[in-house]
């Protein structure tokens, strides 16, 4: 029966994905790969272990700091482990070096890259490319890399020249049966709707303003983060009627975000954002910025909106889709389909679980 050591985000916890509501829709791969033989064991950052699934243990680790001694300090892990798997590439690099005191197969797995998302938000400069160093040695010796993207394969194969053949393409998942559309659901009127944490990246204060130039609009903000006192006070500014609804359980978000119009994104660049997935498998309208993570999913025409980042565009295309009902409905009714062929939790968790068997079998 092989055992699977699956590694948190340094810093990260399953505590911090229950917080945000996240639990459950994080666990599913690992519980549906209980149920074919695999047992799976959790390295995290919580104080202590929360309740898991039958065949998911936790291992507290004590702190990301103590990450340097992991090699020697949890050698009986390595010793149980028969294939080890990174959650993201921040950290990679002390999971990479254990797997090879322990001489153990790992999966460089990566909803994004942290060293691509230094440069897109960051540019050049000696810090970031000190850090795509470090980076780039996780990426170069871990046995497998797995990305969510082509984009984001592209560039590990151009910026660190890890070969083509050792990185396997694989997008997030979503649960189509509880994310699905729901016709009896009254719309408010002139709504916009977007999730995602309440930072800069997301460029959240774009869509507040661009929002401001349309009259009677209502904007509902879903998450938490340093820029919320930034955005209300922007919404006051501009007198923009906004909501802001904190962090929704996950099965909570899709009768919520199909009380809404239009769902919009408007970051400054994403890895393969989740939040868009999941209203895509609602059938939502989508608008999205032209920009890398975005412009990869939504086909501008066929299953979505995709505009250039500025006030005018994100306005007009919002608008765009408020006066059309009919465009509207197709463009949800294509992202609905285009979610159930490419992201469904049954397309991903057989690529997921072909690509761990073929690991664990060499």
């Known amino acids: 029966m092989p055992n699977l050591l699956f590694f948190m985000t340094p810093g990260t916890g399953l505590y911090s994905w229950k917080k945000i509501g996240t639990l459950d829709r994080e666990l599913k791969p690992y519980i549906e790969l209980t149920k074919s033989g695999w047992k799976v064991k959790i390295l995290t950052f919580d104080k202590e272990p929360i309740p898991l699934p039958e065949g998911i243990e ?117 649960d189509t049966d509880i994310f699905n559309p729901r016709n009896n659901i009254p719309k408010i009127e002139n709504s916009i709707v977007s999730v995602g944490r309440l930072d800069q990246v997301k460029q959240f204060d774009l869509l507040i303003r661009a929002c401001g130039k349309i009259p009677n609009c209502n904007i509902t903000l879903i998450g938490e983060g340093p820029e919320k006192s930034k955005l209300e006070s922007l919404a006051r500014e501009l007198e923009v009627k906004i909501k802001f609804s904190g962090n929704v359980a996950n099965e909570a978000l899709p009768e919520l975000i199909q009380k809404h119009q239009v769902f919009a994104v408007t970051s400054v660049r994403e890895g393969h954002s989740k939040a868009l997935i999941e209203a895509m498998s609602c059938g939502m309208p989508i608008i999205g910025t032209n920009v890398p993570g975005l412009k990869n999913t939504i086909q501008n025409g066929s299953n979505g909106l995709l505009v250039e980042s500025n006030e005018d565009a994100i306005k007009q295309g919002i608008l765009k889709l408020l006066k059309d009902a009919p465009l509207r409905s197709f463009l949800g009714n294509e992202a609905r389909e285009f979610i159930i062929s490419n992201c469904s939790k049954e397309v991903v968790f057989q690529k997921d679980f072909e690509l761990l068997d073929s690991l664990y079998a060499k």
């Open 58 to 174: 936790s291992i507290c680790f004590p702190h990301p700091y103590l990450l340097f001694y992991l090699a020697r300090s949890h050698r009986h892990l390595g010793e149980w482990a028969d294939l080890l798997k990174t959650n993201q590439t921040h950290g990679s690099w002390f999971y990479v070096w254990a797997s090879r005191s322990w001489k153990k197969p790992i999966l460089l797995r990566g909803g994004y890259i942290q060293g691509e998302f230094y440069e897109t938000t960051l540019g050049p400069g000696l810090r970031v490319a000190a850090y795509q160093e470090i980076e780039k040695w996780a990426f170069q010796n871990a046995t497998h890399c797995q990305m969510t993207t082509p984009e984001l394969s592209r560039w590990i194969q151009d910026k660190y020249a890890v070969p083509r053949h050792k990185i396997s393409v694989i997008p997030n998942f979503v």
